[in-house]
């Protein structure tokens, strides 16, 4: 698919559930260094930043997974400056792509543009392909070697496991610690509960995909919560004999939603 003419400024949106992600793709095809991030509770943080912009974007293009009064506000927003935005969604087919969920629909937008911008940057004739996001929930996805995302894991993420402890049990407090193989007290049992828990979807999943193909599969990164569990997984994919360790992406549902916009497949 050839890419299309673009407008001088098109902002890319990511509204997830604790964060507003904020890319924005220029009419020569040059992308932001590094995505603006904004609490999500704070409707007000996307207008300010917008007043100081010595240019108005010209359209907007984005995924919304935060709820429909999120949306809104975001379109109301942008509305001010005269600027629409386009919500994308998931569909069957898109970019080469097929969605393989037997209700594309119901698969989170955020995960389909993600699963593109992890598209974009893979080469003709690739091994099978891991995404793992580690943000409010954690999702681990694959791409076939044929292009195919035959479906995925969900699991809350690492913030949320240490909240609903604290906030589900009577006496465990909000715990960090080290991650140990036999914790010794209550906050790196926590910890490291939580680290294996993440790690050990992450191999699991990496698993399923390399034996399913034939061939390792490479493993893509992203999100806050990575750091944490970083350690961990990597340590447990050495031990299962991946050879190559997870790559991070800065911002693949931007990366996707860039792609649609360059080849002319934004949903209006």
Request: with cysteine.
């Amino acid at each position: 698919m050839s890419p299309v003419a673009l407008p001088s400024l098109t902002l890319l949106i990511d509204s997830g559930n604790s964060r507003l992600k904020i890319g924005w793709l220029r009419a020569d095809g040059a992308r932001e260094p590094e995505p603006l991030a904004f609490d999500n509770l704070d409707f007000e943080a996307l207008g300010r930043w917008l007043d100081t912009l010595p240019e108005r974007p010209a359209q907007a293009v984005g995924v919304n997974v935060a709820g429909a009064a999120r949306g809104q506000a975001i379109a109301d927003t942008l509305a001010r400056c005269g600027c629409a935005v386009q919500w994308q969604h998931s569909r069957r087919d898109a970019l080469g792509l097929r969605n393989d969920y037997a209700k594309p629909e119901q698969l989170g937008a955020d995960r389909w543009a993600a699963l593109l911008g992890l598209l974009s940057r893979l080469p003709a004739g690739h091994p099978p392909a891991m995404l793992a996001c580690f943000g409010t929930a954690t999702t681990l996805d694959t791409i076939t070697p044929d292009n195919v995302f035959p479906g995925g894991l969900i699991l809350p993420g690492p913030a949320m496991m240490r909240a609903s402890l604290k906030h589900g049990t009577a006496n465990l407090p909000l715990a960090e610690g080290p991650v140990a193989d036999f914790p010794i007290n209550t906050f790196e049992a926590i910890t490291s509960g939580i680290a294996a828990a993440q790690a050990g979807a992450v191999v699991r999943q990496w698993l399923a995909a390399s034996q399913r193909h034939g061939a390792p599969a490479e493993i893509y990164v992203a999100g806050g919560g990575w750091p944490e569990v970083r350690d961990e997984t990597e340590r447990l994919l050495a031990e299962v004999g991946a050879v190559t360790m997870p790559r991070v992406l800065q911002g693949p549902v931007l990366d996707g939603l860039a792609a649609l916009v360059t080849h002319g497949a934004v949903q209006a």
